[in-house]
């Protein structure tokens, strides 16, 4: 179970380089836009997002190996 502020909580981890594939952050897989829109995502959204994210960095682990 994932309470209604750990899902809206930022998964940003204080790396902030935009340097993966796409422009995607290497700590938290985002784009400098959806850093921008974070806050203003409905939860559905936040859901969704976050399922990419860890698609997103998942490929960047593999890259890295």
């Given at each position: 179970?994932?309470?209604?502020?750990?899902?809206?909580?930022?998964?940003?981890?204080?790396?902030?380089?935009?340097?993966?594939?796409?422009?995607?952050?290497?700590?938290?897989?985002?784009?400098?836009?959806?850093?921008?829109?974070?806050k203003?995502?409905?939860?559905?959204?936040?859901?969704?997002?976050?399922?990419?994210?860890?698609?997103?960095?998942?490929?960047?682990?593999?890259?890295?190996?």
């Amino acid at each position: 179970f994932i309470s209604p502020y750990e899902a809206q909580k930022s998964p940003c981890v204080d790396i902030c380089q935009f340097s993966g594939p796409k422009g995607w952050c290497i700590g938290c897989g985002r784009t400098r836009d959806d850093c921008k829109k974070w806050k203003s995502l409905k939860p559905y959204a936040i859901k969704s997002l976050r399922k990419e994210l860890n698609k997103r960095m998942d490929q960047m682990a593999k890259l890295d190996n």
